[in-house]
């Protein structure tokens, strides 16, 4: 087992990396405060992983929640059912919530726990690739609005991070694809050793080896501590860990959420944003293309949705949270290997990007 620390003064708490980790108590139960815990989880995660987890818990008076599934669940509703369930079992702000799934889960247990009784401790146990390389790692929590995504949410930072390499053996192919986006994200944001391991290595991680993705999780964990603990509530340099997410949030807003994954999403906004940084100079076109074709060789998606047009990005993207007096600012590559925040650009190169469509990433 690899054990990372997030350094945040009072608040540091550990991440455990590695395989047979969701049943073992020693683990788990130092990071319950109080005798009752509330796992939150969902119907697909549920029949393959809770009885393992219960198992950890012996001792502690523990009741569940089985949320349905999918992206549509993540809303104030659905917060609602978490905090009905709380109420009626007289849960005291002594308790622990315990989230077991993948970011859909985290994001909503963390806030419930963030919100419930003004904050109660809260445990991650990620399930999904995604999940396991950032969701659950730096105290983002929330829920969707029609209006934008993520918008309702806090900065709430959990007890643990309980990362079981062994649960992505079940993880469907199409959801392991969209982890890798977020894990090439790392590469691309400051990392760029690790963006040429994953070119030596994307069939292997896509084809399941357990060492290389335990790898990937481990080096995408570290670097992801590293920027939070510099900047917990995006000040500054933490903004960087959206590279491709305001391209991204409009194509899931704009398809409906759940359409296209998150990762996948993440994934077609990398590419835009690579090639917005090479219509403004900052890397050449055959960089913008090696980020490109990683991102396809990961069998994401690189060209955006037909019907999205460049008007309904621009309404879409002004919803974004890195909006500030009005104006958009993108995660651009400044060189390959190394972002910035900018929005004082040439708009009519951002049009540009918006109408390339299949042609982004080619002169
Ligand atoms: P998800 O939670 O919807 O999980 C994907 C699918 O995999 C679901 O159907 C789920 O039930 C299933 N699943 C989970 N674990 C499984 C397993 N081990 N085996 C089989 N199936 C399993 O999606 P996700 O990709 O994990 O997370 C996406 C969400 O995370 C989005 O809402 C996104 O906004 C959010 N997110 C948050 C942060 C953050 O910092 N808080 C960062 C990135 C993404
Ligand atoms: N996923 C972006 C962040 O955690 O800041």
Redesign the pocket.
Same mark, same amino acid.
């Given at each position: 087992m690899i054990s990372l620390e997030l350094d945040l003064g009072e608040r540091s708490y550990p991440i455990f990396i590695g395989t047979g980790l969701l049943g073992r108590k020693e683990l788990i139960s130092p990071y319950i405060k109080g005798k009752r815990a509330l796992i939150v989880t969902?119907e697909? @995660?549920a029949p393959?992983?809770l009885e393992q987890v219960k198992a950890s818990l012996d001792g502690i008076e523990c009741d569940v929640i089985v949320l349905p /599934?999918?992206?549509h669940t993540?809303t104030l509703d659905t917060l609602t059912l978490i905090y009905d369930q709380l109420l009626e079992q007289r849960h005291e702000r002594s308790t622990t919530l315990i989230a077991l #799934?993948?970011?859909?889960? $985290?994001?909503i247990t963390?806030f419930a726990a963030a919100t419930y009784q003004r904050g109660v401790n809260f445990i991650q146990i990620?399930?999904?690739l995604? %999940?396991q390389v /950032? %969701?659950s @790692? #730096?105290g983002?929590?929330?829920v &969707?609005h029609p209006l934008g995504? &993520?918008m309702i949410g806090a900065f709430y930072q959990p007890q643990c991070v309980i990362a079981d390499t062994d @649960?992505?053996a %079940?993880?469907?192919k199409r959801?392991l694809q969209?982890?890798l986006a977020?894990v090439i994200k790392y590469g691309l944001i400051d990392n760029l050793v690790f963006f040429e391991w994953l070119e030596e290595n994307i069939e292997a991680l896509l084809a399941g080896d357990k060492d290389l993705l335990a790898e990937a999780v481990r080096v995408s964990c570290s670097d992801k501590a590293r920027i939070v603990a510099a900047d917990e509530k995006e000040g500054g340099v933490r903004a960087l860990l959206n590279l491709g997410h305001t391209f991204g949030h409009a194509i899931e807003n704009g398809m409906g959420y759940g359409v296209w994954?998150? $990762?996948e999403a993440v994934a077609t906004g990398m590419v835009m944003a690579a090639d917005l940084s090479a219509r403004l100079g900052y890397i050449s076109w055959q960089e913008a293309a090696r980020a490109k074709t990683l991102i396809a060789r990961a069998g994401l998606p690189v060209v955006p949705p037909e019907n999205l047009s460049a008007k309904d990005f621009r309404k879409l993207m002004s919803f974004d949270k890195k909006v500030q007096g009005g104006r958009v600012r993108f995660v651009l590559m400044r060189e390959f290997g190394h972002t910035v925040i900018e929005s004082d650009f040439d708009a009519s190169l951002l049009e540009q990007t918006l109408e390339a469509k299949e042609h982004l990433c080619q002169q």
């Open positions: 969902n697909v @995660v393959l992983y /599934d999918g992206e993540k #799934g993948g970011g859909v889960i $985290g994001d963390g990620p399930t999904t995604l %999940s /950032d %969701s @790692v #730096g983002k929590t929330g &969707n995504k &993520n @649960v992505l %079940s993880l469907p959801e969209a982890g977020e994954l998150h $990762g």
